[in-house]
């Protein structure tokens, strides 16, 4: 017995040994980089245009449709505002429209042995539901109170404006880049980007163009919204989501209430999608989250740090940590959401027909043949159709390197316009036009510098979406900052 006890004690010693060892070893990979001299930039200048184009109502609103009339009238009035409000790179840059609507400029560069790069941005808007509740109106360009106001403040043409100022302001200073730059704004992202930035993705590989990195929203400089870290925290995303909607229907006898059957319609789909939210696909810690807590771990807490440091050990107790919020556990696995429901004309007789909406978020290493997969045996009643809405899928995006020359431009970038943040690989739970440009890189970044905190995040498609003003000039300065390093000669 003492044996057996020495045994263990000797056990444990060596495992905490070995878990702090491990942990003593798990240190910041944050590069060293010294802050760039401050630009100069017209920050009341560049606000007003911003406002201008905020009131532009270039709405997407169904993926099924084209833009109605009136859409159509507002982007070509918004892309006219775009020639008259940045002449200088009007006049430089070969400028082409990609299916009516779409935006793709060419600054070619000296060398066209190098690969080019592309800067990514969109000019469509979501509807507004409720105008009278927002402060300002959300199509006015409002500049109040320290922000610009408006419905794609955040959204995204804080980013699609802030490309143009910057090639603006570098073609005004004379240089010619000695790598190819594209700019491409699409017209469809928020509702799936098909007709715009896939269009312009196949404009470009029917052209036999390679790139060397892409750079499009899905990623800012937050504060708060990384648990266990109290710096703002940059976040380039390396990876996003994959998604698709199963429609799932029952057809059963109707009749009068009075003589129900043992299960109606309702009651068969009822409990198909209560199994589908019971028997969640499973978590794992991979590809860009498990990128994500090697660059944070060593920014946290030594507590944290021995936990991250030992995933070996205790992934299962991080799983059920991290994955405590929708926020943690959308990273971690297939999310399954429930979002449209329908059945029944009248309270006294039984729906012939019961129909159901469920909306999966795609991990990257599962697929939209798996979802159906897990579907079918999680519901496993041959009453329930089950039926992939053929416009929702899209497969998750390919993991893009932490490790590239690319990313290390990004984190330097991001490290030089704003000392001290912390950079981090990260997944983008949602989609964005980024994905269409797989296949001409490995090296599909999501990041910029607008800021980020938990409050901006409902301001996104939601009420009083803003930016602020010094935040904008900070991501004017990215974008410069970005160009200069990767495109022109030192």
Same mark, same amino acid.
């Given at each position: 017995?003492?044996?057996?006890?020495?045994?263990?004690?000797?056990?444990?010693?060596l495992?905490?040994?070995?878990?702090?060892?491990?942990?003593?070893?798990?240190?910041?990979?944050?590069v060293? &980089?010294?802050?760039?001299?401050?630009l100069?930039?017209?920050?009341?200048?560049?606000?007003?245009?911003?406002?201008?184009?905020?009131?532009?109502?270039?709405i997407?609103?169904?993926?099924?449709?084209?833009?109605? !009339? @009136? +859409?159509?009238?507002?982007?070509?009035?918004?892309?006219?505002?775009?020639r008259?409000?940045?002449?200088?790179?009007?006049g430089?840059?070969?400028r082409?429209?990609?299916?009516?609507y779409s935006?793709?400029y060419?600054?070619r !560069?000296?060398?066209?042995?190098?690969? $080019?790069?592309?800067?990514?941005?969109? @000019?469509?808007? &979501?509807?507004?539901?409720a =105008?009278?509740s927002?402060t300002?109106?959300?199509f006015?360009?409002?500049?109040?109170?320290?922000?610009?106001?408006?419905?794609?403040?955040l959204?995204?043409?804080?980013?699609?404006?802030?490309?143009? /100022?910057?090639? =603006?302001?570098l073609?005004?200073?004379?240089?010619?880049?000695?790598?190819?730059?594209?700019?491409a704004?699409?017209?469809?992202?928020e509702?799936?980007?098909?007709?715009?930035?896939?269009r312009?993705?196949?404009?470009?590989a029917?052209?036999g163009?390679?790139?060397?990195?892409?750079? %499009?929203?899905?990623?800012?400089?937050?504060?708060?919204?990384?648990?266990g870290?109290s %710096?703002?925290v940059?976040?380039?995303?390396?990876?996003?989501?994959?998604?698709?909607?199963?429609?799932?229907?029952?057809?059963?006898?109707?009749?009068?209430?009075?003589?129900?059957? $043992?299960?109606t319609?309702? !009651?068969?789909?009822?409990e198909?999608?209560?199994e589908?939210?019971?028997?969640q696909?499973?978590?794992?810690?991979s590809?860009?989250?498990?990128?994500?807590?090697?660059?944070? !771990?060593?920014?946290?807490?030594?507590?944290?740090?021995?936990?991250?440091?030992?995933?070996?050990?205790?992934s299962?107790?991080?799983e059920r /940590?991290?994955?405590?919020?929708?926020?943690?556990?959308?990273?971690?696995?297939?999310?399954t959401?429930?979002?449209?429901?329908?059945?029944?004309?009248?309270?006294?007789?039984?729906?012939?027909?019961?129909?159901?909406?469920?909306?999966?978020?795609?991990?990257?290493g599962?697929?939209?043949?798996?979802?159906?997969?897990?579907?079918?045996?999680?519901?496993?009643?041959?009453?329930?159709?089950?039926? &992939?809405?053929?416009e929702?899928?899209n497969?998750?995006?390919?993991v893009?390197?932490?490790?590239?020359?690319s990313?290390?431009?990004?984190?330097?970038?991001?490290r030089?316009?704003?000392?001290? &943040?912390?950079?981090?690989?990260?997944l983008?739970?949602?989609?964005?036009?980024?994905?269409?440009?797989?296949k001409?890189?490995?090296?599909?970044?999501?990041?910029?510098?607008?800021?980020?905190?938990?409050?901006d995040?409902?301001?996104?498609?939601?009420?009083?979406?803003?930016?602020?003003?010094?935040?904008? +000039?900070?991501?004017?300065?990215?974008?410069?900052t970005?160009?200069?390093?990767?495109?022109?000669?030192?």
């Amino acid at each position: 017995m003492k044996k057996a006890a020495l045994g263990v004690a000797l056990g444990l010693l060596l495992l905490i040994a070995t878990l702090f060892y491990r942990a003593s070893r798990f240190t910041s990979r944050q590069v060293s &980089v010294p802050p760039g001299v401050p630009l100069a930039i017209d920050t009341a200048g560049a606000a007003a245009r911003l406002a201008g184009a905020l009131q532009f109502r270039t709405i997407s609103r169904d993926a099924s449709a084209s833009p109605d !009339g @009136q +859409a159509l009238i507002e982007f070509a009035r918004f892309q006219e505002y775009l020639r008259t409000r940045f002449p200088k790179l009007h006049g430089r840059l070969k400028r082409e429209v990609t299916n009516g609507y779409s935006l793709l400029y060419t600054w070619r !560069g000296s060398d066209t042995s190098i690969a $080019p790069i592309l800067l990514m941005a969109h @000019q469509d808007v &979501v509807p507004v539901e409720a =105008e009278s509740s927002w402060t300002y109106p959300p199509f006015a360009g409002r500049i109040a109170d320290g922000y610009v106001w408006g419905r794609g403040a955040l959204d995204d043409k804080g980013n699609l404006m802030a490309i143009l /100022e910057a090639v =603006e302001r570098l073609v005004a200073e004379g240089a010619t880049p000695h790598t190819t730059i594209y700019l491409a704004f699409g017209h469809d992202e928020e509702v799936g980007g098909r007709n715009g930035a896939a269009r312009t993705a196949a404009l470009l590989a029917s052209r036999g163009v390679r790139l060397q990195y892409v750079v %499009d929203e899905g990623g800012a400089i937050t504060t708060g919204l990384v648990p266990g870290i109290s %710096d703002p925290v940059a976040l380039v995303g390396i990876a996003e989501k994959g998604y698709v909607s199963l429609e799932l229907t029952v057809q059963a006898e109707g009749g009068h209430s009075s003589m129900p059957p $043992p299960q109606t319609a309702i !009651g068969i789909l009822g409990e198909a999608v209560a199994e589908l939210e019971e028997q969640q696909m499973p978590r794992r810690i991979s590809g860009a989250t498990a990128a994500m807590l090697d660059y944070i !771990g060593p920014e946290m807490s030594f507590s944290r740090r021995l936990a991250l440091g030992n995933r070996w050990l205790l992934s299962g107790v991080i799983e059920r /940590e991290f994955g405590a919020t929708p926020s943690g556990n959308a990273m971690l696995r297939t999310t399954t959401a429930p979002t449209i429901i329908a059945a029944g004309v009248k309270d006294n007789v039984l729906p012939s027909m019961a129909r159901a909406v469920v909306n999966f978020r795609i991990l990257p290493g599962d697929s939209v043949a798996g979802v159906v997969a897990h579907a079918k045996e999680a519901i496993d009643d041959p009453r329930v159709t089950i039926r &992939v809405i053929p416009e929702s899928a899209n497969e998750p995006s390919p993991v893009s390197p932490d490790t590239s020359m690319s990313f290390r431009l990004m984190e330097n970038t991001l490290r030089r316009i704003a000392p001290g &943040v912390i950079v981090t690989p990260w997944l983008v739970v949602g989609g964005t036009d980024a994905r269409h440009f797989d296949k001409l890189t490995s090296n599909v970044y999501r990041t910029g510098a607008l800021s980020l905190t938990r409050a901006d995040l409902a301001r996104i498609h939601g009420t009083n979406e803003r930016v602020a003003i010094t935040d904008y +000039a900070r991501n004017i300065a990215f974008y410069v900052t970005l160009l200069r390093n990767s495109a022109f000669p030192l």
